[in-house]
């Protein structure tokens, strides 16, 4: 299973442009890339999912290079309610490697007035 | 449309018990995977249930045990209960084919163990 490597923590003011950024250097030819949000004393939260270039949805967008060794979630224009935990995860979707996956410590961001 | 829903919320033990936890998968799920949490750390893999059994599994003694019914819920066991044992357990749900690689997760039932 491949490791993941991501900042302990991050702060930032609100209405800025986040980028976290998760290194990857054993991913696997089958695995994605995951990201999940967790606020205190809530189970994690799916953010966006992708296996190469760039995906968007209503709320991010992760950025992965063609080499896939590392993945960068962006968050446009965070506001207090985006402080929280965001893990980065890589499995295998098809085998369902995925749900073997350990989360790892994350990346804790504040986000300040 | 319920989401993935756990049972109890909070409970406290006492050394050396045994405890059930429960969870009621999101509707239309069949797979279900459970994670221990401790304070401060990620959510670490236990196992996964999927069409009434075991198919994957972390690194957990065998105090951890688990079942699946056949309406997908599942009951997570942990006998003989440590100090350690102590942490927020998940409950994730999610679809054994077809799948999206998206884990639905519940709220957790939060264990203490005196």
């Known amino acids: 299973l491949a490791k993941t490597t991501q900042p302990i923590s991050m702060d930032s003011y609100e209405g800025q442009e986040v980028n976290i950024t998760c290194s990857h250097n054993?991913?696997?030819?089958?695995?994605?890339i995951t990201w999940y949000q967790q606020f205190p004393s809530q189970g994690p939260r799916f953010i966006i999912q992708g296996y190469k270039t760039k995906v968007t949805n209503e709320v991010a967008s992760l950025f992965i290079p063609a080499d896939r060794k590392s993945s960068t979630l962006s968050l446009p224009r965070v506001s207090l309610s985006d402080t929280a935990v965001y893990y980065c995860l890589v499995g295998d979707r098809v085998s369902g490697g995925y749900q073997k996956v350990t989360f790892g410590t994350g990346t804790k961001l504040q986000v300040i007035p | 449309d319920a989401g993935v829903t756990q049972s109890p919320t909070h409970l406290i033990k006492t050394r050396g018990q045994q405890v059930t936890l429960r969870c009621s998968p999101k509707?239309?799920?069949?797979?279900v995977s459970w994670y221990q949490q401790a304070l401060g750390q990620g959510p670490q893999f236990i196992f996964q249930y999927y069409e009434e059994e075991e198919r994957q599994r972390g690194n957990f003694p065998d105090r951890f045990s688990g079942h699946q019914f056949p309406n997908y819920s599942s009951e997570l066991n942990v006998n003989a209960l440590l100090l350690g044992d102590s942490a927020l357990y998940l409950c994730?749900?999610?679809?054994?084919?077809?799948?999206?690689?998206?884990?639905?997760f519940g709220e957790g039932s939060r264990l203490t163990v005196l």
């Open positions: 994730a749900s999610s679809l054994g084919r077809g799948h999206t690689g998206e884990l639905f």
């Open positions: 054993n991913i696997a030819t089958n695995d994605y």
């Open positions: 509707s239309g799920h069949d797979t």
